[in-house]
């Protein structure tokens, strides 16, 4: 039989799911969303990524790198509920396009490959849904792959994720033998038919009966010691029923004690109709969230997912495409039709919605209205970026925005024929509004337009999109990390004073500060003055100038970072003082304040992961130690090794063709942030002034 989804019957919020799909690059994630398309009907062909017939890669380069750059949103039904879906890029680079879908997600699937389990993005994209409190089910990919273990992909989600996996499927057959699943709440067997999109049910196959009843009584246990119902119900009777479990399973999966682990094969199209069961079954929908909390009038206020109240909407994702301006919205609360004024409550501007559209990855449907819980994108917005709270005119509130990660590498940009540098201006504009992580400045000393993002893919895919999206030739030299200044030894009781009379009101400030190291890589402003004499207005106004302070260091103008800043006394005029004249009394301090500090310069460095065949081990370790590389572990077996160790950023350009090079193509690497490190003095002494 094939399992076919019902038609969507109804609109209510609890017939709608909001899920992501997250992994690590090359664990499935683009495949498992066409056989989510395929199975509820959304398409009538399986798209294939080795093909470039993907519906959610649909841009070329994607195509042509065979990964995700670009989160893509999709909608299909199943079983009377629509699933709103957006495929997440698995690339360390792209890791922004993962946190603005999290930031307007109900729920995900984290996708993991049998063979390697929990890999450094994986476990990063993991975390981000952690701080999200994304509730999740976990689906183990690639079972049919030779190597692949359910077990060990799921004791290194325990050991790495510090998850409490539910395992709720018992794999039939290994490896390319694998042919389906036993379903341990249900106590039957699916199998796949070979070259075939049906499958079949029937009993639990007798050599599996004992693995099967043993891996039950386990999960039984185990969900028992995590639900308080559930464990009464095994206390009394030494078991659960199905009803107990799926709905204990459902409230641990909703509050993060535990995750759902499903497995299958997304190529061979075996597992995922039961993932698309889990996924109404144990994922949320808008209905079950908390209100959106947001700003307005200075006090914080609740917005309900009713359809029926304000509108409220956050704008996630902006893109421009051959129709017009594309705003991604997620709808939280009200109900926005087409035509509609709606207000940017951070601005107070208004723009009216021209049309709204489902979105199928690069294709539309266009709809007379979107309500709470729908995720569309409509074009006339000319002004929304991505963050932007859209409102009704009213009843403005302004959202917390997704966060954008700091910029870690750099280039210049330059047209290639003087004509096109208008052009590339504008570009260079769209994409920062299309991607926040991009960032374009110019530099004061050289004149140079420099693109900042994060990571040598992402500015690459950035340079590409210039030429095939905008025709212009673009010039672009070589990459540079972004260095950081931070306070080794501070000062005590430094005394600036700033007085100023060039006639008329003159100003004047006096101020003390401290300037003392903090651990972690941020700023800390702290008021320590007693009695008045700097009035609370003026020391925010010192904070602010000491934030001016920060962009450059006097190591090399690089901006500065890890320190805080105690103002413990100052004095102000009766006439001159001003808010203006202490901001500027606080950033002439904190640069005396620095000059005078025992300074380090910080680079940023990522933990890179190197799977390599054993006989290409040594000249990887010596080449990773030529990079300042710091190896942390190494692991073999099956031929091929991993080897992981911590390199600076600025080392690692290139290091993809060396390494090609090195292992006759057949060695790969990843990485992911690890943060900043001190700078040897050597390699300091030889940088140049930012």
């Not at 450094?120 to 079972?143: M, T, Y």
């Not at 190197?610 to 099956?638: C, H, I, K, W, Y």
Request: one cysteine or more.
């Amino acid at each position: 039989m094939r399992a076919n989804g019902r038609p969507l019957t109804t609109t209510s919020l609890t017939a709608v799911r909001n899920l992501g799909i997250l992994a690590h690059v090359d664990a499935g994630k683009t495949t498992l969303t066409e056989r989510v398309l395929f199975a509820t009907g959304a398409t009538h062909k399986r798209g294939e990524v080795h093909a470039g017939t993907t519906v959610t890669d649909y841009d070329p380069q994607e195509r042509d790198r065979g990964i995700t750059i670009f989160a893509a949103a999709v909608s299909c039904t199943w079983d009377g509920h629509r699933v709103n879906l957006i495929d997440t890029p698995g690339h360390v680079d792209f890791s922004d396009e993962v946190e603005r879908s999290l930031r307007v997600l109900d729920g995900a699937v984290a996708v993991f490959d049998a063979v390697a389990g929990v890999e450094p993005q994986s476990e990063s994209v993991w975390r981000q849904a952690d701080r999200h409190g994304v509730p999740r089910i976990a689906f183990v990919n690639k079972l049919d792959r030779a190597g692949a273990d359910l077990d060990t992909a799921v004791a290194s989600i325990r050991e790495r994720l510090g998850a409490v996996p539910l395992v709720v499927q018992l794999p039939i057959g290994r490896e390319d033998a694998f042919t389906g699943v036993v379903d341990l709440l249900a106590m039957r067997a699916l199998h796949w038919h070979a070259g075939s999109d049906t499958y079949e049910t029937g009993p639990v196959p007798e050599p599996l009966r004992e693995e099967a009843d043993r891996r039950r009584r386990l999960l039984e246990e185990t969900v028992a010691e995590l639900h308080a119902d559930a464990l009464e119900e095994f206390c009394a009777t030494s078991a659960l029923t199905g009803p107990t479990l799926t709905r204990a399973l459902r409230e641990l999966t909703l509050r993060g004690d535990g995750v759902v682990v499903l497995c299958g094969s997304a190529y061979r199209n075996r597992g995922i109709e039961p993932l698309l069961d889990a996924v109404l079954a144990y994922l949320p929908s808008p209905a079950e969230m908390p209100p959106v909390r947001g700003m307005a009038d200075g006090a914080e206020q609740e917005r309900a997912p009713d359809p029926a109240g304000p509108f409220t909407a956050l704008a996630f994702k902006v893109t421009a495409t051959a129709t017009g301006r594309l705003t991604y919205l997620r709808v939280y609360a009200g109900t926005l039709r087409k035509g509609a004024t709606v207000l940017d409550a951070a601005t107070g501007r208004t723009e009216r919605v021209g049309r709204i559209l489902r979105v199928q990855a690069d294709r539309h449907e266009e709809r007379e209205e979107a309500v709470a819980g729908d995720i569309v994108a409509v074009i006339g917005l000319k002004a929304a970026r991505a963050g932007t709270t859209l409102c009704a005119p009213g009843a403005g509130l302004v959202l917390e925005p997704p966060s954008v990660a700091e910029p870690v590498v750099s280039v210049a940009v330059e047209a290639r024929f003087a004509g096109d540098t208008g052009r590339l201006s504008a570009a260079l504009a769209r994409l920062a509004e299309e991607d926040p992580s991009l960032v374009v400045r110019s530099d004061a000393e050289t004149g140079q337009t420099v693109l900042s993002g994060m990571g040598e893919l992402h500015l690459e895919v950035a340079a590409e999109k210039i030429r095939s999206g905008h025709g212009v030739e673009v010039v672009v030299g070589r990459p540079q990390v972004s260095y950081r200044e931070t306070v080794v030894r501070g000062v005590t009781g430094l005394v600036y004073r700033h007085v100023k009379q060039d006639g008329g009101a003159g100003q004047f400030a006096h101020v003390v500060v401290d300037v003392e190291p903090l651990e972690e890589a941020a700023f800390e402003f702290r008021s320590a003055v007693v009695g008045g004499r700097v009035p609370q207005e003026y020391a925010r106004a010192v904070e602010a100038g000491c934030r001016d302070a920060l962009a450059e260091g006097p190591l090399g103008g690089h901006p500065v970072t890890g320190l805080r800043v105690t103002l413990t006394d100052g004095a102000t005029h009766s006439k001159d003082s001003s808010e203006m004249a202490f901001r500027a009394a606080g950033r002439f301090a904190l640069r005396e304040a620095l000059r005078l500090s025992a300074m380090e310069l910080l680079e940023p460095v990522v933990e890179v992961t190197v799977t390599v065949p054993e006989d290409g081990v040594g000249g990887v370790l010596g080449d990773l130690a030529a990079r300042r590389g710091r190896v942390s572990g190494s692991t073999a077996g099956s031929g091929t090794a991993v080897i992981t160790a911590t390199v600076p950023l600025a080392e690692l350009f290139g290091y993809a063709s060396r390494l090609r090079g090195r292992t006759r193509g057949r060695g790969t690497f990843t990485t992911r942030p690890a943060g900043l490190a001190p700078v040897p003095a050597s390699v300091a002494a030889a940088l140049p002034a930012r």
